[in-house]
């Protein structure tokens, strides 16, 4: 009998990126002075790829895009200027510490708060310059909670400076921390570090085996002959941070969860070849690509882990909340 396919999930996103003109190179944009990547093309190659490894089921929608000729302010008040960011950057020194970036000032700057209470959007994506002092990811709203970064909390005493002050939001929504810099496997690791947060608030409390989040980020250094798929930064074959290109084969259980919900015990020897040989987007795609993707429950939750990880203002998280 065929399996009914899970409902798409479709999310709406604001783009806000951070990429100043700079005068003295004639008026070039900040990514094109020091030949970095596109934000706009990082953009249509993460939700690219967001789309296959979630098997067809997410669709995000860039429904508005902001790009600020300027540099984001500092919870201290500071803000680079094209000159002194420039000078760090050449000298790899004296960049402004502390380094977070006043998320209640940027909010407001760029009316988030009405387009997510109205439903004009449903996340927001920030794309800056190393040191734009961004999270990976951030929850905001009621209800949130950790996130890979504490969920915002109250503002200082810089926001909102020259700004009207926001309305509440009334659903919880995640601010993603872009580096156009770097590529979109980085991108995809912030991603994980989203879906490793928020899999482990759905999961707190289930104990031994029935935690399937546990369980699916077994690898074989804490979990000798018994690897399943790993977490973020762990292949099942790792054996510190970003070692996904460790040669070493391992017994794996990765192959099992696409027969999730019904496991049938399958194991094999793997190795990195399987997940790109230490290619970081590669890596991730593998990981994301056997993340329980199908109708109905087990144990309480959701076959479909994606709805929690995309949707976090619905009522299946909520639950857990």
């Known amino acids: 009998m065929a399996t009914a396919a899970p409902r798409p999930l479709h999310s709406r996103v604001l783009t806000i990126t951070h990429n100043p003109f700079v005068p003295q190179e004639r008026g070039r944009r900040l990514h094109e002075v020091l030949r970095w990547n596109d934000p706009a093309e990082l953009a249509r190659r993460y939700v690219d790829d967001v789309r296959e490894a979630s098997h067809g089921l997410v669709h995000y929608e860039i429904v508005a895009q902001r790009e600020a000729n300027s540099f984001p302010a500092k919870q201290d008040g500071f803000a680079y200027t094209v000159d002194s960011y420039l000078a760090s950057w050449r000298a790899r020194s004296g960049f402004h510490h502390p380094d977070a970036v006043d998320y209640h000032r940027l909010l407001a700057e760029f009316d988030v708060i009405p387009q997510i209470n109205s439903g004009a959007i449903d996340e927001v ?7 734009a002092g961004y999270y990976e990811s951030l929850m905001v709203g009621p209800g949130a909670f950790w996130c890979n970064s504490p969920p915002l909390g109250a503002p200082g005493p810089h926001s909102y400076r020259g700004l009207a002050r926001p309305p509440q939001a009334q659903r919880r929504f995640v601010v993603m921390g872009f580096n156009y810099e770097r590529g979109v496997g980085e991108m995809l690791e912030d991603r994980g570090h989203r879906a490793e947060s928020i899999m482990a608030k759905v999961y707190t409390g289930v104990r031994g085996e029935a935690n399937l989040w546990e369980r699916f980020t077994r690898y074989d250094l804490t979990h000798p002959g018994r690897a399943e798929c790993g977490n973020v ?35 094999r020897t793997v190795d990195c070849r399987e997940w790109g040989n230490g290619d970081i987007r590669l890596h991730h795609l593998w990981w994301f690509r056997h993340f329980p993707h199908l109708p109905g429950e087990t144990g309480g939750r959701l076959n479909n882990w994606w709805e929690y990880i995309i949707q976090v203002a619905s009522p299946a998280l909520e639950r857990f909340v």
Do not use: E, M, Q, T
């Open 125 to 131: 994506w920030l794309f800056g310059f190393p040191y």
């Open 233 to 267: 930064h762990f292949a099942p074959s790792s054996v510190r941070d970003y070692d996904w290109g460790n040669r070493r084969p391992v017994l794996s259980r990765c192959d099992d969860w696409y027969n999730f919900p019904d496991f049938k015990g399958a194991v």
